[in-house]
């Protein structure tokens, strides 16, 4: 039986390879997204992958959607938690608002949609979750305490359920991606990026998205069954720890 797969913010940036991947690894996916509906449209057009709307933020919502994939596609085996925003600034110039924006959106989120499957995973004794953290939760970043704080949350939240579903043959494991040719990376000033971020990749380069995905199939596979709670960093050799 092919696994079921949900990816959140599958239709745009890292996420859109990851869908993409574990479709072509066999999986039924089900991207969910929260506002860009034109790129999910023409994302579901190209791929044939099931696009779900609701905000990941938002528990009932988060509710409701886990209810309808799982009535079109049946259970999930696979939860992928990749939905993610920034609104960077000093944390001098930050407003509560862009805090409370991106706790909620990248660090809530991962309790929400984790509460939500893992019962299920646990009576059929089989899962795999991965979260899409960030080099900036490891090593922290100025202009991003918001953002840094929600993805360093990531870490301790994946030990955490790790531990508790080990014996219940679900993995839950965690990926820090470096700085990947998206558009939340091309929206860093472009002086910043070219002066400050790119020598420091030792590879040279920005990561692709594709390269992340990888990341995640490997995880995500039925095979994997023995790595549970790991990190693992795939950032260009910019951040070794
Ligand atoms: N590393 C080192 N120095 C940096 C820096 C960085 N990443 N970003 C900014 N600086 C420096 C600037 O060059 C500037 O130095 P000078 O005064 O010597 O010129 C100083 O810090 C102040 O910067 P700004 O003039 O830009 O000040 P600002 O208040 O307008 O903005 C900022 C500050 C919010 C940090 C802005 O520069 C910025 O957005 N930087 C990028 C932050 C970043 O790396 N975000 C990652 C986004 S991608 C992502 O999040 C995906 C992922 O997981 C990796």
Same mark, same amino acid.
């Given at each position: 039986m092919a696994r079921v797969a949900v990816v959140t913010g599958?239709?745009?940036? @890292?996420g859109h390879a990851i869908s993409i991947a574990l479709k072509n690894k066999g999986c039924r996916v089900a991207a969910n997204y929260a506002g860009n509906d034109a790129a999910a449209r023409q994302f579901q057009a190209e791929t044939g992958i099931p696009i779900y709307k609701w905000d990941v933020g938002d528990f009932a919502a988060c509710q409701e959607g886990v209810t309808r994939i799982t009535r079109d596609?049946?259970? @999930?085996d696979v939860l992928v938690n990749n939905a993610g925003i920034t609104r960077d600034g000093m944390l001098h110039r930050m407003t509560k608002d862009n805090w409370d924006a991106v706790i909620r959106t990248n660090l809530d989120s991962v309790f929400n949609m984790t509460r939500l499957v893992i019962d299920g995973m646990r009576s059929r004794s089989f899962g795999r979750i991965v979260n899409i953290s960030s080099i900036n939760g490891r090593k922290g970043q100025m202009g991003q305490a918001n953002y840094s704080a929600a993805k360093a949350g990531l870490l301790g939240f994946t030990k955490a359920v790790a531990q508790e579903n080990a014996a219940k043959g679900i993995t839950v494991n965690v990926i820090a991606p470096g700085y990947i040719a998206t558009e939340m990376v091309q929206a860093v000033p472009k002086d910043v990026l070219e002066?400050?971020?790119?020598?420091?990749i030792p590879v040279g380069r920005l990561g692709t998205a594709e390269e992340i995905a990888r990341c995640v199939t490997f995880l995500a596979a039925d095979e994997a069954g023995f790595i549970t709670g790991a990190c693992l960093d795939a950032n260009g050799g910019q951040y070794m720890a």
């Open positions: 599958g239709t745009r940036g @890292i596609l049946g259970p @999930i002066t400050k971020i790119l020598p420091l």
